[in-house]
């Protein structure tokens, strides 16, 4: 069975524009989430989704973010108007259910560089 | 709140020495610990976990005890190898999202 996917695998924007990351949770798995890893640190939780609901979205950091997942399936993460500080590697993850005995299964990211 | 603080690297061992990486934690409820993985130029692996308080995780020959008392969940292994080196993230889980420390670094010469 395939894992988590992301699209793309890097990015390099130019300050001001717009991007759309893609996430492909694996087949069945009820709860998503994103999370922003920057250089040397540990992943950052941005969002949470439980199949199309998005049931926590403490971690977006401005309004600039916007994620979404309309059929419970894929998700995508919007940035708009990008800044160097939303440099980072973005990180999905999903899981069977959103139980804290669940772990994550995440995918190998995307290397956003805005220049 | 919840948070996790684990040990900062990064950590120089030669091959075949003891490694514990020490990690302690801050939460409300009752969550589940893990120990994630990240090798060079790969995404995060689940190495272990514990979900209950006393339980002990193991794999590839690590393993960590859920130490309510201490709140902590240090990573040990008798003897490592080159290929354990990674960068090693611990985490708690409250069922709607995981709190990862910053990693520690691993690096095991020959």
């Known amino acids: 069975g395939a894992g988590v996917s992301q699209s793309p695998r890097y990015k390099v924007a130019k300050r001001g524009q717009d991007v759309a990351l893609r996430c492909d949770p694996i087949?069945?798995?009820?709860?998503l989430f994103w999370y922003q890893q920057a250089l040397g640190q540990g992943p950052e939780f941005l969002t949470y989704f439980q199949n199309e609901a998005q049931l926590d979205k403490s971690g977006l950091p401005s309004d600039r973010f916007f994620a979404e997942r309309p059929e419970g399936s894929v998700s995508t993460l919007k940035i708009q108007r990008t800044q160097q500080e939303d440099s980072a590697v973005y990180l999905c993850a999903s899981s069977k259910t959103d139980s804290h005995y669940n772990e994550q299964f995440f995918g190998p990211g995307t290397r956003l560089t805005v220049l | 709140g919840n948070s996790v603080t684990q040990m900062e690297g990064p950590v120089t061992l030669s091959e075949e020495a003891f490694l514990t990486i020490n990690c302690t934690y801050t939460?409300?409820?009752?969550?589940?610990l893990f120990w994630y993985v990240q090798y060079p130029g790969e995404g995060l692996q689940l190495l272990l976990k514990a979900t209950k308080a006393d339980d002990k995780g193991s794999n590839k020959g690590f393993e960590a005890t859920y130490r309510k008392e201490t709140t902590s969940f240090h990573l040990e292994k008798g003897s490592v190898q080159v290929s354990d080196s990674a960068v090693y993230f611990c985490?708690?889980?409250?069922?709607?999202?995981?709190?990862f420390g910053t990693g520690t670094s691993l690096t095991v010469i020959p």
């Open positions: 939460a409300t409820g009752y969550p589940s």
């Open positions: 985490a708690l889980n409250t069922g709607n999202q995981f709190y």
């Open positions: 087949s069945g798995h009820v709860s």
